[in-house]
């Protein structure tokens, strides 16, 4: 069935209010269904369709792929947007037999594997935090939990203080889809967060909110201002490398760190609250020396080795 472009783009507000309240949707998620909403409806205007149809869905990744360079996977996430939005209009009896549901998805990863930071380059991020006041004592502890626990930057967002269980070193996160999980703390964590709670009384309305990170205006932190002040930061420790650097790439890092020391992947999954072990894998980020102490363990590289050394083969 085809729909007329203005009645199917109608309903969008309708569409975020019942994700935003019946599903519970991050703000990063629901920022997300709407800029690929609005994105879509740009698309729509742009080449004056009157209407949704298959061709026009397809058209539409052409576009994706085409002029806007989206990897395959940012460009399912797109479509799997629309084919939720698609499914309320049907439930909504708006429309019936929308197009989104036969187009395939795009048979691609992710174009660059996220990176990870080195030890060192950790080191100098964190160097690069000023803990002498308390915005810095804040920042510190938010990237802190981040790598040191493998944090969504939504799950920072959403954290109370009722989460915080310091006495026996635990902390309950709420992660994609409402799921809970419970986290051990290590003692420098605990430090890290005691000092934050400590110094954190000093913000408005700290006796008020029940947010572990406020705002300067006394408000739970937003993501944005996490984000914003994580490039900052990332300015500031003056590595041109780093452009690409984004809360984010402390979760991937935490985990490559993880796989580096040997830490089964059953493990890291339940760590990062992920439901399927593939989802663990785009985090996984082995070092050099981990990928030469794989190579040095085959059978020819040993059996060389050997030959070297007894000056059976002089290089």
């Not at 085409?66 to 479509?79: D, T």
């Not at 500031?236 to 490559?256: G, I, N, Q």
Request: proline share 2%; glycine share 4%; with cysteine.
């Amino acid at each position: 069935m085809n729909l007329a472009a203005d009645t199917f783009f109608a309903h969008v507000g309708n569409f975020m209010e019942y994700r935003e309240t019946v599903y519970e949707i991050s703000e990063n998620t629901s920022r997300s269904n709407r800029i690929d909403l609005s994105l879509f409806q740009e698309f729509v205007k742009e080449r004056a369709l009157d209407a949704i149809t298959g061709p026009a869905v397809m058209d539409f990744q052409f576009y994706l792929k085409k002029r806007r360079h989206n990897s395959g996977a940012s460009i399912n996430r797109k479509l799997f947007t629309l084919r939720s939005y698609a499914k309320y209009l049907e439930c909504q009896q708006v429309a019936k037999d929308l197009p989104f549901r036969d187009i395939l998805k795009v048979k691609q990863g992710y174009r660059n594997q996220p990176h990870a930071l080195t030890e060192e380059q950790l080191k100098t991020f964190f160097e690069s935090i000023d803990r002498t006041n308390i915005l810095g004592v804040r920042d510190y502890c938010i990237y802190a939990l981040m790598y040191g626990i493998g944090l969504r930057i939504g799950e920072v967002f959403r954290l109370d203080l009722s989460d915080m269980d310091l006495e026996n070193k635990r902390i309950t996160v709420i992660g994609k889809g409402g799921r809970r999980r419970t986290l051990h703390l290590v003692e420098k964590l605990v430090q890290i967060i005691t000092e934050w709670i400590a110094v954190r009384k000093a913000f408005l309305n700290s006796d008020k909110s029940s947010a572990l990170f406020l705002s300067k205006k006394g408000h739970r932190l937003s993501i944005r201002t996490i984000e914003d002040n994580m490039a900052k930061i990332v300015g500031k420790a003056e590595l041109s490398s780093w452009r690409k650097t984004t809360p984010h790439t402390l979760r991937h890092t935490f985990a490559s760190h993880l796989n580096d020391k040997g830490e089964d992947i059953l493990v890291l999954q339940s760590l990062l609250g992920h439901i399927s072990p593939r989802s663990t894998v785009v985090y996984i980020h082995p070092s050099m020396d981990r990928l030469r102490e794989a190579l040095e363990k085959l059978p020819a590289v040993i059996f060389v080795n050997q030959m070297v050394r007894t000056n059976a083969l002089n290089l």
